[in-house]
């Protein structure tokens, strides 16, 4: 083997990589708008906007939430739009038990 013919074997796996990430990030995209789509079709604009905040704040949090509102609503536990006061439940449950702090001056 030449080095002509290495150049070629590499530039070849380079492509291939290439070609590949592409596909992976085709897929991520359709996945991201599949659900996007899915939550503006069962949040309402407020519970859409609260998440955003979450978002902002915690994006594993943000994510764990949407991933389990896409599994609900593909289950067919959802019955009807998820309002603000219900996404602050949904939330609640899955940050578990809040601390109180208290200042003391």
Not at 85 to 105: P, S, V
Request: hydrophobic share 40%.
């Amino acid at each position: 083997m030449d080095l002509e013919d290495i150049r070629r074997q590499k530039l070849a796996e380079l492509q291939r990589a290439q070609q590949q990430s592409s596909e992976e990030d085709f897929v991520g995209q359709q996945i991201e708008a599949a659900k996007k789509t899915l939550l503006q079709r069962f949040l309402t604009k407020e519970a859409r906007e609260r998440l955003a905040t979450v978002r902002m704040a915690n994006k594993g949090l943000a994510e764990q939430i949407e991933m389990a509102l896409v599994e609900a609503a593909h289950s067919g536990q959802i019955q009807g739009q998820i309002d603000e006061e219900k996404l602050k439940e949904i939330l609640n449950r899955a940050t578990g038990k809040k601390r109180e702090f208290r200042i003391i001056h």
